[in-house]
């Protein structure tokens, strides 16, 4: 069963503009959630993460929301840069047990 | 610093043949995983390992997959014999500890069996 789920397989933006990519998750045991991106022929890349007790972590143009209430959790990449263009992964865990990620978003953004 | 390395990147098969893979995780990284990833899916644990022991692998099809990691640092995932299902990326992934959730990917091996 898809416990994590990313419902736009991809997202195109301008660059400049803000990108917001999205996850649902169904486990209110998950606790802890992180984003990882990945390019073509490499593995993904850890990105940001968010522990269930914040509802928001912020590094440089990447910031996580957390709604726990809704069990979701949001990206925001401002400003993008075509340098962003990449498959987006959100994941989850319960304490420290396995990761269990969603199926991705290819996000590209146009000079 | 060196970061994960997996080998061979590509590699293709004919059904029913057996076929290899091989990691070599962060110097430090105790804790090893190895994933499968379908086409237009997210990364599917398969075994992760705690130095030398698996501590969960109850995601791995015994029948035909098997993994080791012999001396707790480099590790084999095998499969025998592959079925056509098996076309996927295989990664690598470690991390300095089981406390630690962010994990560090190599950049895997694609699979395909004809």
């Known amino acids: 069963d898809q416990q994590v789920k990313q419902n736009s397989p991809s997202l195109s933006v301008q660059e400049g503009r803000i990108s917001i990519l999205n996850c649902d998750y169904t486990?209110?045991?998950?606790?802890?959630f992180l984003w990882y991106k990945k390019y073509p022929a490499e593995g993904p890349t850890f990105l940001i993460s968010i522990s269930s007790i914040k509802d928001k972590n912020e590094d440089g143009r990447f910031t996580v929301f957390l709604n726990k209430s809704a069990k979701h959790l949001s990206l925001h990449i401002v400003p993008s840069q075509p340098g962003d263009s990449a498959v987006y992964f959100c994941a989850a865990s319960a304490g420290y047990n396995d990761m269990r990620f969603g199926a991705g978003t290819r996000l590209t953004v146009k000079p | 610093e060196a970061g994960v390395v997996q080998s061979p990147r590509y590699k293709i098969i004919e059904k029913k043949q057996p076929v290899a893979f091989w990691c070599n995780p962060i110097s430090g990284h105790n804790t090893l995983y190895w994933y499968r990833q379908n086409l237009g899916q997210g990364p599917e644990l398969l075994i992760r390992y705690e130095n030398e022991e698996a501590v969960d692998d109850s995601q791995l099809p015994k029948d035909r997959f098997s993994a080791e990691r012999l001396k707790g640092v480099d590790s084999t995932l095998k499969i025998q014999p592959a079925e056509l299902g098996d076309s996927a990326v295989y990664l690598c992934?470690?991390?300095?500890?089981?406390?630690?959730?962010?994990?560090?990917f190599g950049p895997g091996t694609r699979l395909t069996v004809t």
């Open positions: 486990n209110s045991m998950f606790d802890y």
């Open positions: 992934a470690s991390s300095y500890s089981p406390l630690v959730n962010e994990q560090y």
